[in-house]
């Protein structure tokens, strides 16, 4: 049986290549991007069998990656291996199209035994994780049912991209650049975007942006 060909998205060096180094021995590795953008176009050049994803990516984030990769490459299996444990993230990245999601504290040996489980067709979720979320869920149900609205926003994915380049610090010209957009184009989501949010400083588009999880401290 062939070995299953894997894709990976961490944009720190020395993790990267930490991590190259481990998946070497037990798959075949076709390469190691460091941002969003570069991941989409990875797996729509490579096809792999599984991507191996740090949600934190500059440029475009994984999570809107993975909803990218899974427009066109459906068959593409999607692991998150990050340092966010909070529940809400595990949520977004299966509901993005994850099939598993490990911790960077967890052993090397997991994120092997995760890539394998994934391949085959099955969902990873790292133990500590699973056990918090099944901990939450136990303490909800034994509380009395109350009524709660949802005071999110929901966001364009091209209003979600450009977030996150503005939070990073990007001008209007550089996002009009990476995203190949006009300039006014991108004036004009950034406009539209400060409206919907209710902001007025890119100050506090940024905090908006590390507060979403959009993009990391």
């Given amino acids: ?9 961490e944009d720190h060096v020395l993790v990267s290549e930490g991590l190259t180094k481990l998946l070497e021995k037990d798959f075949t590795l076709i390469g ?10 990875a797996v729509r050049e490579h096809t792999p069998d599984v991507a191996v994803i740090d949600i934190s990516l500059p440029l475009l984030n994984g999570l809107q990656a993975a909803r990218q990769i ?14 966010h444990g909070e529940e809400s993230y ?6 993005a199209g994850g099939s598993g999601y490990i911790l960077k504290q967890s052993s090397t040996n997991e994120l092997v035994f995760a890539i394998k489980e994934v391949f085959l067709g099955h969902t990873y979720i790292s133990p500590s994780i699973a056990q918090t979320i099944v901990d939450r869920a136990w303490m909800v ?14 966001l364009t994915q091209r209003q979600i991209e450009i977030l996150q380049l503005v939070a990073e610090g990007k001008s209007n010209k550089e996002v009009a650049i990476i995203l190949n957009l006009a300039v006014k184009t991108v004036e004009f989501h950034k406009t539209r975007l400060m409206q919907t949010l209710g902001l007025k400083t890119t100050s506090e588009l940024t905090k908006y942006a590390i507060s979403q999880g959009i993009i990391s401290t």
């Fill in 1 to 9: 049986m062939d070995k299953p060909r894997v894709l990976l998205a």
């Fill in 32 to 41: 190691c991007v460091a941002d969003g953008h570069a991941l989409v176009q």
């Fill in 70 to 83: 899974k427009k066109y490459e459906p068959h593409t299996k999607l692991i998150f291996l990050t340092m």
């Fill in 90 to 95: 595990v949520r977004d990245a299966f509901q």
């Fill in 141 to 154: 149900s034994s509380k009395p049912v109350e009524k709660s609205e949802s005071g999110a926003i929901k």
